[in-house]
Structure formats: C-alpha cells, structure tokens
C-alpha cells in the first residue's frame, strides 16, 4: 500500500509540473489504474462546462460556470488566469469611457459597475463594485493565446460585438485617451478619446 501510494503522488506531481493535467488523466500504478482529477491550471478547477473557442471540450480554457460568467482556466502570458467575464458580451451596451472630464455617471466604469446577482442573468453571488471594466493586458489575453476569443469564434460567451470594447487603462501619453481592443479579425488594440462610444464587457476577480 505504502509503494502505492508513492507512486500515485510521484506521477501525479510529475503531471502537474510538466503542465499536462488538463484534462482526466488515466495512469497505471502498480497495475491499479489512477484517474487523476480535471484541473484547469495550477488548482484552478472547472465546476461547469469546458470551452475551446468553438465548442465544449475536455481540455478547454473557457470554463461556463453556469451562472451568467465564464472563467479564464489559463491566461495568456501571465494575464487573464482566473478572471471572471460576464457570459453575455452584449449586456454592457456602448458607453463613452468618460462622458467628459469631470463627470463620471453613465459612463463605461459606471455601467460595469452596476453589475450584481440578479441583473444580467447572473447568479453568481456578485454584489456591487465586484464588476470592472478589464485591463489592457487583461483584455487582449482575452483575444490571444490558447482558445483565443473573437466576434466569430465566441466559444461560450454571446453577444460579441464585431466592434471594439473599451479597456479600463488610460493611454500613457496622453490622459485623455484610454485603451480598446478591437474583437474581430487581428484583434488590434489602440487607443481613442474617452468621449468615444465604445462597448462594455465587465471582469471580475483575477490576478
């Protein structure tokens, strides 16, 4: 029992480090066959349904969690693991980033910022000012990597606009411009005026 039990936890570890528990994995012990729980990455587990960026998949990086969000099992160049996005891209509507300088009510931050259980089909246990608008790193490790996301590759989410969704990263030279990223195509990022109509699409958590 004692070799045994070494064993497992020897080629588990060895699974873990190499990086390729993502999906069950069958191994032989001892003549005993081990299943191996699903994790997403480094513990990051998936109660739900599991997205590759066209269809449910045992080794996917999008986890539906069934409750109006979507969780990002593996980022993209240390950006992204673990964020959680609203499932419906579409919910946020188009909002300026600023609508001027001074006010900041009915703005993209503001309307992220009105997210909560109970609202937008979440029942996820949010409450308010759990919601934000992403990141530029945030949102573009959205758009790149392993099950990358666009407006016709969706994988689990809906709504994606064939348009850009504001960051929530001001330009570093000039104040009054802040960061999009354009979801179609190469998936471009640039930067725009804050008064511009740009599409919300609200994050929380992460790392």
Known sequence: MFKLTCTWFVVA??????GSVLAPQTVLAKNKVVVIPLFGDEGITCSGARWSNTGQSANGRWCDNGDGTVTDLLGYNGKGKGLVWLKDAGWGGQRA???????????AHTRAGTLSSGTA???????????????????????KGTHQIRSDSPGPFNGIQWSWYWSGTTSENFWSMAWYVFLSGNASDSSVVKTASGYVWPVRGGQ
Request: charged share 20%; proline share 2%.
């Open 13 to 18: 570890a060895m699974l873990l480090l190499s």
């Open 121 to 143: 089909g979440l029942t996820d246990g949010s409450v308010l000012g759990d919601w934000r608008l992403p990141t530029l790193k945030e949102l573009v490790a959205l758009t």
């Open 97 to 107: 980033w600023r609508v001027n300088m001074v006010d900041s009510h009915n703005d």
